[in-house]
């Protein structure tokens, strides 16, 4: 039981203490608006993401949370808007946050019907800044400043 206990401590270790790593996608239509989710878990808006499955890279996280919670497919990504590290950053868990440009097109779907209610397509002039979750206005604020930050 002794080996056992200690593997079982550090795995536990490992996922308990550590930060998980996500993705979160500023998707951009063709006509230039920007699509966000409405979440169910807090009725706020938020850029589409989540976090990477083991064995994915960046790039195949943020193609697949896009799909399952817009699906829209990524065209091609534009610039790393920035890494957000913050242990506040997200009331749930401690997570690091690689946010990223995306070209996107198609037609909308929600697959994940759990995590997501709505999604909606806004204009720069119309985003629902004071209803974002978690520290996406911060991550647009980035974005629309031209800004890479970490």
Known sequence: MGRAWQYTQTILGLIFRHPIVGVAI?????????VLIHRRDNQRWALPGGFVDWGEDLPTAAGRELREETGL???????LVGVYSSPKRDPRIHSICVTVEAFV??????????EVQEVRAFSMENLPWTQLAHDHQQQLQDYFAGQTVW
């Open 26 to 34: 500023i998707p951009i239509l063709p006509d230039g608006q920007i």
């Open 73 to 79: 497919q990524v065209q091609r990504f534009g610039r």
């Open 105 to 114: 097109a198609g037609v909308y779907e929600i697959i994940d019907v759990g």
